[in-house]
């Protein structure tokens, strides 16, 4: 015959491990999920983000300038990222280093090239050193863009 106690103490263990257990794969699944979710976001983001920089690069072979709207359009169209940053540590090391590389050059040479704009706007005729470093960072956004087109098959995932 079984002790009552110990049919009592047997259930309450099993009961502990089974919540534990269910409460593990919820969190599983629910990771898994915003994954999913941050790797549709990033995989949307970063094709319009090098659409825009396609249209500043041609814009800018055209014409020599680097216009502001399309700068303005950039800073408006990482908001995913943005809003969602620290969910990047459910990537593994070197794809979260990439899409940090990616989000930040933009940042920086965004910034930078709306400062140099404002600078050439102000001095008649553009000197040389201005022109040469907005090329500069013209190149900076090539390879922006070359660095999201390596994240992009990376960011995938399986459905």
């Not at 899409?99 to 000197?127: C, H, M, S, W």
């Not at 090329?135 to 090539?142: D, L, N, P």
Request: net charge positive; hydrophobic share 35%; charged share 25%.
């Amino acid at each position: 015959m079984t002790n009552p106690l110990g049919s009592l103490v047997l259930g309450a263990i099993l009961s502990i491990i089974g919540g534990f257990f269910g409460q593990e794969y919820g969190s599983w699944r629910q990771q898994g999920r915003t994954r999913k979710l941050l790797c549709v976001l990033l995989t949307h983001e970063i094709h319009q983000m090098n659409r825009i920089v396609d249209k500043l690069i041609e814009a800018y072979e055209r014409t020599n300038v680097a216009y502001n709207i399309y700068l303005a359009e950039l800073g408006n169209a990482r908001t995913s990222y943005d809003r969602n940053s620290d969910w990047i540590i459910l990537f593994d090391e070197g794809l979260r280093q990439d899409i940090f590389d990616y989000f930040n050059k933009e940042q920086l040479t965004r910034g930078y090239l709306v400062n140099l704009n404002q600078a050439v706007g102000t001095t008649t005729p553009t000197p040389q050193y201005l022109v040469d470093e907005i090329r500069k960072q013209i190149q900076a956004f090539k390879e922006m863009r070359t660095l999201g087109e390596k994240i992009l098959p990376r960011v995938s995932f399986k459905s």
